[in-house]
């Protein structure tokens, strides 16, 4: 079974230092790993996936990732917060084959401090 | 706006009571989830339709059924309900598996 763990519920930057938020993923075979982040009362949002190719992959609103194979990590980046990135990020791993669905932590509520 | 459309986008219901969700994905789209976000499980996987077809089960209880229609979309319904069905109900749609999933707004359920 696939599994996906974020490890800190919370994390607080101030605006305009770097940001991480960190995610590790258990799953068979190549993993295709993604970030979402959801607003208050709103939807999930996709941010970036990887699913082959460069380790560093880019995404929405200035965010990266950066896949760890030997670490079965894929934390999330961003060089320079803002506060308007405060949200709710999950991350989610979905496996090469039979399990289509997305498996997502628990999700990571990231407050950026003005 | 992820194209992908929610109906209601809040629901009061009393305890017993069934009711249906409603889901329409984004143009072309095969694929339809739905997943359960609630304070103490998160974001639980339900059930995925393809094209008509169930392709996977999750969490889902006995109680819950869902089907996805001719047109592609989809309901979800939950009968005989608790207290603790109350939750935010996600439905997303892709296009293929080595897609992202684009998330519906949410309908929020409300069992009281």
């Known amino acids: 079974a696939q599994s996906v763990a974020q490890p800190e519920d919370q994390v607080n930057v101030a605006e305009g230092n770097p940001l991480t938020v960190k995610c590790t993923y258990s799953v068979s075979g190549n993993p295709y790993l993604f970030w979402y982040v959801q607003y208050p009362n709103r939807g999930l949002q996709f941010l970036l996936k990887y699913i082959t190719g460069d380790n560093l992959v880019k995404g929405s609103y200035g965010f990266e990732a950066e896949f760890n194979k030997s670490q079965t990590s894929f934390h999330l980046k961003k060089p320079s917060a803002l506060v308007s990135d405060s949200a709710l990020y999950f991350c989610a791993v979905r496996g090469p084959w039979d399990a289509r669905q997305l498996t997502f932590g628990s999700g990571t509520q990231l407050t950026v401090l003005p | 706006d992820s194209g992908v459309t929610q109906t209601p986008k809040h629901l009061i219901t009393a305890t017993g009571q069934r009711v249906t969700l409603r889901c329409s994905p984004r143009s072309g789209d095969l694929s339809v989830y739905w997943y359960q976000q609630s304070l103490d499980q998160g974001l639980q996987f339900l059930i995925q339709?393809?094209?008509?077809?169930?392709?996977a089960k999750g969490n889902i209880l006995e109680r819950f059924s869902a089907q996805q229609f001719p047109d592609l979309h989809s309901e979800l319904n939950l009968s005989s309900l608790e207290l603790g069905d109350s939750a935010l109900y996600f439905c997303?749609?892709?296009?293929?598996?080595?897609?992202?999933?684009?998330f519906g707004q949410g309908t929020r359920l409300t069992v009281v």
């Open positions: 997303a749609s892709s296009p293929g598996i080595n897609t992202e999933a684009f």
């Open positions: 339709y393809y094209n008509g077809e169930e392709r």
